[in-house]
């Protein structure tokens, strides 16, 4: 069975790839560092049979510190879902280099495709099977998870009666559970009405941090989600155009958006 939180596995950066100094200030510990990332698939063109190399990523640099919740943002089709995946060791990248702290987890959009197990309790232990813990040590990292993203008294409650925010938890909580350095987070809060949306955005909140010094990375289309952030990235074109403080990306946004309005 596939489940769709996983705890990643290694990447394997392309033979192009070179050993890198972080970027930033060298006395921040990261939890994710990407350097001049790049990404590009290989498509046939529509009529004949020549292929043409279609890029995708350009040359993307990104830090986020241990710790923090950063937010990446950008239009559709930017290539926010690649970088992530490439982050989560799902895509290799074609040239660049990758460094996250592990294991690290990435939640998918549809809320509908986090949770396969039937019940709360039976999905949030199903990823410790592989670590060989007594009956005892499984029920407090699945309690311990619960609690963080405020699902405890949900323990004993068949998935398919969770509403889709109440499954963006539980999902986050297999991972915590999995003592999840790292969350990669994509959209998860696009399917969701506001009060599904803030159980979402204070239950990873209060994953940041702990003994495991969780750190996430979350791509929202949702300028109001922001506020949450410790720090943002903002994406057009396959390119990181700002990066770092909230209120900077936030006006670039607004200001971005403004024109386009104007226009
Ligand atoms: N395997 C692939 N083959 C061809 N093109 C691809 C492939 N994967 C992604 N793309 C293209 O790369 C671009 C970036 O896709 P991506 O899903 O990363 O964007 P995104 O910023 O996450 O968009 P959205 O906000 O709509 O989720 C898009 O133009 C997409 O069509
Ligand atoms: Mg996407």
């Not at 925010?165 to 999995?178: D, F, H, S, Y």
């Not at 949450?228 to 990235?233: L, M, R, S, T």
Request: charged share 20%; hydrophobic share 40%; proline share 4%.
């Amino acid at each position: 069975m596939i489940k769709a939180n996983f705890v990643g596995s290694c990447c394997h950066p392309s033979p192009r790839s070179r050993v890198i100094c972080a970027g930033g200030d060298c006395n921040i510990k990261y939890a994710i560092q990407g350097q001049n990332l790049s990404y590009s698939v290989t498509v046939k063109k529509l009529i004949g049979v020549q292929k043409m190399v279609f890029p995708i990523l350009k040359d993307c640099s990104l830090h986020v510190p241990v710790g923090q919740l950063w937010m990446l943002l950008g239009p559709n089709g930017c290539g926010k879902s690649t970088l992530l995946k490439i982050l989560a060791g799902l895509l290799n990248p074609t040239s660049g280099n990758v460094i996250v702290r592990k294991p690290r987890s990435f939640v998918f959009q549809n809320p509908d495709h986090q949770v396969v197990m039937p019940t709360v309790e039976a999905d949030v232990s199903f990823g410790l099977g592989k670590l060989n813990l007594t009956a005892d040590e499984v029920r407090a990292r699945v309690e311990k998870a619960l609690k963080t993203v405020g699902m405890s008294e949900y323990l004993q409650r068949p998935v398919q009666t969770l509403s889709g925010g109440q499954k963006q938890r539980v999902a986050i909580a297999g991972a915590l559970a999995e003592s999840c350095k790292v969350l990669l987070l994509d959209e998860l809060t696009t399917f969701l009405d506001e009060t599904d949306q803030m159980g979402v955005v204070e239950a990873i909140r209060n994953c940041l941090g702990g003994p495991d010094q969780v750190s996430a990375l979350w791509v929202t289309h949702r300028l109001e989600e922001l506020k949450y952030a410790d720090g943002a990235i903002y994406m057009e074109d396959g390119r990181v155009i700002m990066d770092g403080d909230v209120s900077n990306v936030a006006h670039l946004i607004s200001r971005k958006q403004a024109d386009y309005l104007a226009s």
